[in-house]
């Protein structure tokens, strides 16, 4: 069964920076491809940033693009998202998610998996 653990959100004033983390159980963590995604209130969940299976390829949304990098540690089975510039706009619940595809490219990710969040709140 798989599980994700987020961990690391909080509250950070407009510039700020905040690393979340997430911890995934016992599967093959280093066959599948990771993903970040968010949901502010009142709006439906959107994807920030992928990384595959490798490490080698990352994909961001725009609007997080030159300001958040995503990572992923498969010895330890973590992934993190590294947020820097942070605006009031990025205030959200983020969650972790799993490709449900093994091995696959970045562009064809199905994620079907999710934590249970993590809030990041931006004050202006």
């Known amino acids: 069964q798989v599980q994700l653990v987020e961990s690391g959100g909080g509250l950070v004033q407009t510039g700020g920076s905040l690393r979340l983390s997430c911890a995934a159980s016992?599967?093959?963590?280093?066959?599948?491809?990771m993903g970040w995604f968010r949901q502010a209130p009142g709006k439906e969940r959107e994807f920030v940033a992928s990384?595959?299976?490798?490490?080698?390829?990352?994909s961001y949304s725009d609007s997080v693009k030159g300001r958040f990098t995503i990572s992923r540690d498969n010895a330890k089975k973590m992934v993190y998202l590294q947020m820097n510039r942070l605006l009031p706009e990025d205030t959200a619940v983020y969650y972790c998610?799993?490709?449900?595809?093994?091995?696959?490219?970045?562009?064809?990710?199905?994620?079907?998996?999710w934590g249970q969040g993590t809030q990041v709140t931006v004050s202006s």
């Open positions: 998610a799993k490709d449900t595809l093994r091995r696959a490219t970045i562009a064809t990710s199905a994620f079907g998996s």
């Open positions: 016992a599967w093959m963590f280093n066959e599948y491809n």
């Open positions: 990384i595959s299976w490798s490490g080698g390829t990352t």
